[in-house]
Each structure stands twice: as C-alpha cells, then as structure tokens.
C-alpha cells in the first residue's frame, strides 16, 4: 500500500528556518513533490525530487532519500505570508494521480 | 501565466440533485485530472483522463460520478445524485505530461456544500 506522513502542524517565528519532514512508503516510486496551500486555495507546486540530494530554488528547498524514504521542505527566511499548509505527495509509476499526506500547516509569528 | 480555471466557484445544492463542475485545463496540457478536499482533509484523488478517455479512477469515483470533453478546451465532472458525504472542495488540475513526474497544475477549486 501507499502511506505518507508528515507533521500536522508546525510554528516559527518571522526571519527563522523551519524543516518540514515527510516520510513515505510507496510501490513504483517515481518522485515526491511539495506544493502549498493557503487555506480556502488550490495546492500550488514547489518543488520536484526523483534523485537524492538537495535542490534548491530560492527561499524553499527540497530534500530526498529513497533509500530512507524520507524528504524534508526547507523554508529560510520565513515571511508571514508562507503560513499555510504544506503537502507532501507521491508519484508512482503504476499511476497518473498524486499521493497526497495530509498536510502540515505551518503558523509564522511576528 | 496560464492557468487552470473552473466555474462555478460555489455550488450548493440540494441532496439527490445532479451537479456539473467545470474547468478549462491550460491549453497545451494533455492530462487532466480531478481532486477532491473535504474540510480539514487531504486532497483525494478521484479520476485522470487522457486522450479522451479515463486513465484511472479511484474507489470514490463510483457510478454517480462521470466526467466528459465536450469541446476542445472544457472539462466537466457531473455528479448524478448529490449525497451530504460529497460536499468538498473539488480541484481540477492538469499536467503537461503524466502526473507522476510532472507539474500538475491546480484550478482554484469549486466548493460544493450538498443539503
């Protein structure tokens, strides 16, 4: 079966760093995306990861290791406008859909 | 920028009534697919479509859904007999190429609250 998890919720304060984990269990394994979500909104995408390692755009940067199943969205330099939540999801190569976790919803404080 | 539209952006109905959600896919993608959120939940994968026909569809996606190209650009999900259990949020999305490696991207949703 397919099985995602990642925190439910997460805060940080302002100009800070925060580590969003996620952990997944997938047959076919074929790349793990980040989108966000502001409440009310449609999931938009952030970043793509099929191969080990770091990619880094910007502000947010993503982790992955297959062998652990196992990635992490980066977020530096926090502004009040990245509070939302943020969904881990699956691609498999038996399907065209997404896997989605539940969702971390991250607070950024003053 | 292109970008995924849908219409209605609210719709409220009464349970056993027949809904049509509409989205227009940015225009060179060739996927298409509809998600649903219900409050509080993780967005739900209900059904892909490509080269005018369902690619995949999940356990949700029963006999009371369907979905249809009419045209070149629309892409519409009818529920035929609204049920309580079916007010959500429903995204449509579409990709470029297959989902599991691309971008999909995501209309801004229609909100369906059935009576």
């Known amino acids: 079966g397919q099985n995602i998890d990642q925190p439910t919720e997460m805060t940080a304060t302002e100009g800070a760093i925060v580590q969003i984990n996620c952990t997944y269990q997938?047959?076919?394994?074929?790349?793990l995306f980040w989108y966000q979500q502001h409440a009310g909104e449609a999931p938009t995408f952030l970043s793509y990861?099929?191969?080990?390692g770091l990619e880094e755009k910007g502000r947010f940067s993503s982790f992955l290791s297959r062998s652990k199943g196992y990635s992490y969205l980066l977020l530096k330099e926090l502004q009040m406008k990245d509070s939302a939540s943020y969904l881990c999801?699956?691609?498999?190569?038996?399907?065209?859909?997404?896997?989605f976790g539940t969702g971390t919803r991250l607070q950024v404080f003053p | 920028e292109p970008e995924v539209t849908q219409t209605p952006s609210h719709q409220v109905t009464q349970m056993g009534q027949e809904v049509i959600l509409r989205c227009v896919p940015i225009?060179?993608?060739?996927?298409f697919y509809w998600y649903r959120q219900i409050l509080g939940q993780k967005v739900e994968f209900l059904v892909s479509f490509y080269n005018n026909e369902i690619s995949e569809k999940s356990e949700i996606f029963d006999d009371q859904f369907s979905v249809e190209r009419p045209d070149g650009s629309n892409f519409t999900l009818k529920i035929r007999s609204t049920k309580l259990e079916d007010s959500a949020m429903y995204f449509c999305?579409?990709?470029?190429?297959?989902?599991?490696?691309?971008?999909?991207?995501f209309g801004p949703g229609t909100r369906l609250t059935v009576l």
């Open positions: 225009s060179n993608h060739l996927y």
């Open positions: 999305a579409s990709s470029e190429d297959r989902g599991n490696s691309d971008e999909q991207f």
């Open positions: 997938t047959s076919g394994f074929n790349g």
């Open positions: 990861n099929v191969l080990d």
């Open positions: 999801a699956v691609g498999s190569y038996n399907t065209d859909k997404l896997i």
